[in-house]
Structures are given as structure tokens and as C-alpha cells.
């Protein structure tokens, strides 16, 4: 999967969120009478819609690299963060909601035109950081967390004022909000893509193989490269590959190649090493996997 794809990939996995999301999400909304309190309302919406988005965009992961065990581990965590985000984010808009509307708008056209979507958006924001970080948050990666973060909250905004506006638009109309929901999940996910290609150093491609042509964006502190289904690269039906065969460390702006033991070795340009710091354009071989190595 290129990295163009997998953005485009990330940003279906968005738009399958916000449809997942809608349905429950209405049921919260036609019940809003039902809560004691709009605070216990408000929750109870975070909860709703974090569920659902987190994990599916937990399950990002683990669906690219064709792995059960990330899958598992992506939905876990996704669902964590998301209704963690869920409950911050709602909460966080309608603080936002008293603080704007109390301080900056005084007329009810500018309050409901601007002030209204415009605090609700902030907590879509909140919302989207929680949910970009769950990617981080499974693989224990600051790198990504940060990514999450950017991506998230950009994501989250641009996509919250779509949702907000949708409804300003088209109100009264349920399915509004379905289109608002999509849109939302859409940009997360495109965003989280775009800041993670963006503020990755290097990245390695597949050349050869089942999966060739794929690339793999070298984003954490510690990257671990085998056929282990836990490993960051994993290399699942080629031959001669350990579990964990190899490892590249990120030092500063360097990233250095160890073998971690295998029987096979690690080769560097078809050069058999143990530990050597890779340059723009080495083409590593792992078994019967080859990369080339890619340096920004």
C-alpha cells in the first residue's frame, strides 16, 4: 500500500466510522429528554459516538498490515481513547458553547450562525485528538500519539464546523447529520494520514514479495521487522525471517539497522552486518524480503 493509498484508506475508514456512529447516535439524540441533566446528555453522546469512531479507527492498523493480533489490539485501545475523547470532547464543546456565547456573541443570529458551531467544533477537536491517538496508544508509539494529536485536532475541527454546519443548513433533517458524521470521520482520518506522511523522517518499501510495493513509514523511536504478527513490519509468508529479525533505532536524525540474532542475518546492499547506519537508498534484505530504504 502506498502512502497516498493509505491515506485514502484511512479517510474510508472514517467515513465507515461516521455511518457506523449515526444510528446509535440517534438514539441517544431521541432520548435527550430522558437525561436529568444536558451534562449526563452530553456524556452520554461522547460515549456513543467514541465508541464506534475509536474503533474503527483502531482498527486501521491492524487491517493494513493484515494482522489479527493489531486488529484485536487497535479496537481495544481505539475504544479506550474514543469514549475517553468522547466525554472530554462533548463536555469540552459545551463548555466552549457558555464561554463564547456569554463573552463574544450578543445577538441570537451570530450566536446560532457562528458562536454554536463554532464552539461545538472545538469539541469535535477534543474528540478528534483522542481518537488519532489510538494508534499511538496501541503500538506505545509518542510518535504516533503526536500524529493523533496534529491530525486529530485539524481533522476534528474542520470536520466538526462540517457537521455543525450540516445541520444549520438542513435542520430538522436526520440524515444531515449522517452526511456530518462522514464527513468528520472522513477528515480525522485523511488528516492523521497526511501529518503522519509529513512528519515522518523515512520510510522503507517492499520491492519484492506478496506485499511489494507497500511502504512502511519508519514513525516510532523503535521499529521491529519480522514474521511476528506483533511487529511493527511484519513479514508474514516470506521465507527465512525470524519472529523479530531485525530492528531500526531512530538516534537524532540517524536511524541504525541491528540484527537481533537471526539465523539468516541481515544484508545492507548485499553486504552480510550486524549494526550499521543506513544511507538514502540501501536496499536491506531480510530473508527473502527486500526493502529499499528511504530518507527525507
Known sequence: MSLTTRIVFFGLIGILAGILTWPFAELVLYYQTAFPTLLMFNIALGITVGLFMGACFGTSEGIIAASKVKIRTGIASGVIAGIIGGIIGFVAGQAALLFLGTTFFHSTYGFQKIGFPVSKAVGWATFGMCAGMAH?????????????????????????????????????????????????????????????????????????????????????????????????????????????HTMIKKEKDDFVLTDAGSKTGTLINDDKTGRVKLKNGDVIRIGDAQFLFRKK
Open 136 to 244: 499511538g496508544i496501541r503500538s506505545r508509539s509518542g510518535s504516533k500519539i503526536r500524529n493523533g494529536i496534529i491530525g486529530g485536532f485539524i481533522g476534528g475541527f474542520l470536520g466538526g464546523l462540517a457537521v455543525e454546519y450540516i445541520k444549520v443548513l438542513s435542520p430538522g433533517n436526520v440524515y444531515a447529520r449522517l452526511v456530518g458524521l462522514m464527513v468528520l470521520g472522513l477528515l480525522i482520518g485523511i488528516f492523521y494520514g497526511i501529518i503522519e506522511n509529513k512528519l515522518a523522517k523515512a520510510s522503507l518499501l517492499l520491492l519484492n514479495g506478496k506485499c511489494k510495493d507497500r511502504e512502511f513509514l519508519l514513525t516510532q523511536r523503535l521499529t521491529n521487522i519480522g514474521r511476528s504478527p506483533k511487529t511493527e513490519v511484519g513479514l508474514s509468508g516470506y521465507n527465512n525471517v525470524a519472529d523479530v
